[in-house]
T-cell receptor, first 112, second 117 residues
Framework: DAKTTQPPSMDCAEGRAANLPCNHS???????VYWYRQIHSQGPQYIIH???NNETNEMASLIITEDRKSSTLILPHATLRDTAVYYC?????????????FGKGTHLIIQP | DAGITQSPRHKVTETGTPVTLRCHQT?????MYWYRQDPGHGLRLIHY???????DKGEVSDGYSVSRSKTEDFLLTLESATSSQTSVYFC????????????????FGPGTRLTVL
């Protein structure tokens, strides 16, 4: 599976858009980009995923560059409850190696 | 949120005692997973199931066994708990192989915090 690189931490003001970058320069054509987050003391939470088109759901938007080597997760109006560690991972179509492996992720801190 | 519950949510036990953790889903997903999460190690897969009575080992399966007698329940058993099994245990379910997009989105339960004294 392709590896991903994320900044270790980011700050964002409450009410503003939080833009979290992820590099996945070795991604293969059949690999999806997934985003999860983990709020302190809770289970990981699925946010969104995409292959090559931009995606939007009720939680976030995912922007994938045309060459698919990087992506950005956008939380449009961040709230204090969005403070969490955010993980970007790539998973091949049909499933990964039978288990998710999260890297260190980005610790997003929403400031009041 | 996906319908996944874990029980118990917290447990303290003594070394050498058997412990069973339960994961229950209401989503009818075929795949179910047990992970443990420890500081410095991230998520590590213990066992997973790809159907009733179909299970396989993960990265850290030693000292653990699992059973799945029906779609909705996946049990994790520590036959003789040790202090090294003190951890937070997460169950996950996946829509892997279901649907046209052939993706593998995992949904996690709230976790069980286990302390072995």
């Amino acid at each position: 599976d392709a590896k991903t690189t994320q900044p270790p931490s980011m700050d964002c003001a409450e009410g503003r858009a939080a833009n979290l970058p992820c590099n996945h320069s070795t991604i293969s054509g059949n690999e999806y980009v997934y985003w999860y987050r983990q709020i302190h003391s809770q289970g990981p939470q699925y946010i969104i995923h995409g292959l090559k088109n931009n995606e939007t759901n009720e939680m976030a938007s995912l922007i994938i560059t045309e060459d698919r080597k990087s992506s950005t997760l956008i939380l449009p109006h961040a709230t204090l409850r969005d403070t969490a560690v955010y993980y970007c991972i790539v998973i091949p179509s049909g499933g990964g190696a039978d288990g998710l492996t999260f890297g260190k992720g980005t610790h997003l801190i929403i400031q009041p | 949120d996906a319908g996944i519950t874990q029980s118990p949510r917290h447990k303290v036990t003594e070394t050498g005692t058997p412990v069973t953790l339960r994961c229950h889903q209401t989503e009818n997903h075929r795949y179910m997973y047990w992970y443990r999460q420890d500081p410095g190690h991230g998520l590590r897969l213990i066992h997973y199931s790809y159907g009733v009575k179909d299970t396989d080992k993960g990265e850290v399966s030693d000292g653990y066994s699992v059973s799945r007698s029906k779609t909705e329940d996946f049990l994790l058993t520590l036959e003789s708990a040790t202090s090294s099994q003190t951890s937070v245990y997460f169950c996950a379910i996946s829509d892997r192989g279901q649907g046209v997009r052939k993706t593998d989105t995992q949904y996690f339960g709230p976790g069980t915090r286990l302390t072995v004294l």
